[in-house]
């Protein structure tokens, strides 16, 4: 098989190369392994490291985001006839030698995409802000309530994906993309398995590309979330919210109902007559959105496997 390793980068000329130098060369049932390194719109001399150290690179000309860089790996990647892809960052965080170890499982076949887990075996808990540490538990929770699964960590960026998977994803957030997968590849039953590996919790250089402001790093992700929970229970999430609604009105109308049985009369709660009857409305138009959003959802999945099916055969027949 062809493993291909994608680096993501954005201004970081002082790790790429040793990243690139510390990529494994011989890993047991891979045949080739390619070095692809993806310059966000580095203002440094990041893409020409890279390039004296014989990867492939790839450059935005402006900082377009993370999400779009790591789309913009999976499509190269594909071009150049990946079996599997390895995704990552340049800032030596993850360690390239551990590739070996996070590919195992689709090497051997039995998953689809594989992440690495930060704090799964407390062992390797890396050293990190509290409120990142919270953060990322929480979105665990967030992730695991949407998909019904157990995943421990939901936000690390070093992953790999088999070819059939990178063909079955479609990802659509620009700021970033990790949350984001585990919501379309569970939707799409892509076996998923985590590996848990060292990882450095601060960076030796520089801050966080993404993570460097926890609170816009949350409402971004969390808006990345909710349109993809949006998308994948389309019901649920719009029949939830109108359901909320009418049971607004109901409280509404069943309060002024006993206040009128005491007092005789619906003074001073007369105006609940109007909000209650608007939240009806309201939440009945909700759960008729979330009936025509589940059918729009199953013309989606349709569309999407006669996607998958159109991408398989134009980079099969590519090889």
Same mark, same amino acid.
């Given at each position: 098989m062809k493993l291909v390793v994608n680096i993501l980068a954005y201004n970081e000329e002082k790790t790429?190369?040793?990243?690139?130098?510390?990529?494994?060369?011989?890993?047991?049932?891979?045949?080739?392994?390619?070095?692809e390194v993806i310059d966000d719109g580095s203002t440094d001399?990041?893409?020409?490291?890279?390039?004296?150290?014989?990867?492939?690179?790839?450059?935005?000309?402006?900082?377009?985001?993370?999400?779009? /860089? $790591? &789309?913009?790996?999976? =499509?190269?990647? *594909?071009?150049?006839?990946? !079996?599997i892809v390895v995704n990552m960052d340049a800032d030596m965080q993850f360690d390239p030698r551990d590739i070996p170890k996070?590919?195992?499982?689709?090497?051997?076949?039995?998953?689809?995409?594989?992440?690495?887990?930060?704090?799964?075996?407390?062992?390797?808990?890396?050293?990190?802000?509290?409120?990142?540490?919270?953060?990322?538990?929480?979105?665990?929770?967030?992730?695991?309530?949407?998909?019904?699964?157990?995943?421990?960590?939901?936000s690390c960026g070093f992953? /790999? $994906? &088999?070819?059939?998977? =990178?063909?079955? *994803?479609?990802?659509?957030? !620009?700021?970033?993309?990790?949350?984001?997968?585990?919501?379309?590849?569970?939707?799409?039953?892509?076996?998923?398995?985590?590996?848990?590996?060292?990882?450095?919790?601060?960076?030796?250089?520089g801050r966080s590309k993404v993570a460097n402001n926890v609170i816009s790093y949350g409402v971004r992700s969390l808006i990345i979330m909710i349109r993809a929970m949006r998308d994948f229970k389309p019901l649920k999430f719009f029949g939830g919210i109108g359901i909320s609604v009418m049971a607004l009105g109901v409280f509404s109308y069943g309060f002024l109902f006993i206040h009128w049985l005491i007092a005789q009369r619906t003074w001073p709660f007369a105006s609940l007559l109007i909000i209650g009857g608007g939240m009806l409305i309201v939440g009945f138009l909700l759960i008729v959105l979330a009936l025509i959003a589940d059918m729009l959802g199953r013309i989606k999945r349709i569309e999407e496997e006669s996607l998958y099916y159109n991408k398989r055969t134009i980079y099969n027949n590519q090889k």
């Open positions: 790429v190369g040793q990243v690139i130098d510390l990529v494994p060369r011989s890993i047991s049932g891979i045949r080739e392994v390619m070095i001399r990041t893409a020409a490291i890279a390039s004296e150290k014989g990867a492939y690179v790839v450059k935005h000309h402006t900082n377009k985001g993370v999400g779009v /860089a $790591f &789309s913009t790996g999976v =499509l190269e990647a *594909l071009k150049q006839h990946a !079996d996070l590919i195992e499982p689709i090497v051997k076949k039995y998953a689809g995409f594989v992440t690495c887990t930060r704090f799964k075996d407390p062992a390797l808990m890396p050293e990190m802000p509290g409120i990142k540490i919270w953060g990322n538990r929480l979105v665990v929770k967030i992730i695991n309530y949407i998909t019904k699964q157990h995943f421990s960590d939901v992953r /790999a $994906f &088999s070819h059939d998977t =990178l063909l079955r *994803l479609n990802l659509f957030g !620009d700021f970033t993309y990790t949350q984001e997968t585990f919501i379309d590849l569970v939707q799409k039953k892509v076996i998923i398995a985590e590996v848990p590996l060292k990882v450095r919790g601060v960076r030796e250089f």
